[in-house]
Nanobody, 116 residues
C-alpha cells in the first residue's frame, strides 16, 4: 500500500520559515520524481517544487530563491524548506510522487498559514 504522509505545516508570521516533510512508503522511492504542490482556497492546485529521481530540481517562479526541495533516498523522505514566507504562500501543501510508468500518488496535505 502506497502512503505519502506530509508533516511540518502550521501557522507562521510573514518572513518566517517552515520545513515540510513527506514520508513515503510502499514505493521504490529512488525511481520516483517527487513534488510539492499547493492549493489555496478558491484556487487550483499548483506545482511549487519538483525534484527528479536523479536530483534535478524545478521551482515555481513565485517561490524561487525562497524555497528549497530536497530528498533523502535512504529514508524515503522529501523535504521543502520554506523561507521568507508571505501571506500568499498560505495553502494546503501536498506531496506527490510520480514514476516513468505513469503511476502517481498524493498525500493528504498539510496546512500552511502565513499571517501576523
Amino acid at each position: 500500500q502506497v502512503q505519502l504522509v506530509e508533516s511540518g505545516g502550521g501557522l507562521v508570521q510573514p518572513g518566517g520559515s517552515l520545513r515540510l516533510s513527506c514520508a513515503a512508503s510502499g514505493i521504490r522511492f529512488g525511481i520516483y520524481h517527487m513534488g510539492w504542490y499547493r492549493q489555496a482556497p478558491g484556487k487550483e492546485r499548483e506545482l511549487v517544487a519538483l525534484i527528479t529521481s536523479i536530483g534535478n530540481t524545478n521551482y515555481a517562479d513565485s517561490v524561487k530563491g525562497r524555497f528549497t526541495i530536497s530528498r533523502d533516498n535512504a529514508k524515503n523522505m522529501v523535504y521543502l524548506q520554506m523561507s521568507n514566507l508571505k501571506p500568499e504562500d498560505t495553502a494546503v501543501y501536498y506531496c506527490k510522487s510520480s514514476n516513468p510508468y505513469g503511476n502517481n500518488y498524493w498525500g493528504r496535505g498539510t496546512q500552511v498559514t502565513v499571517s501576523s
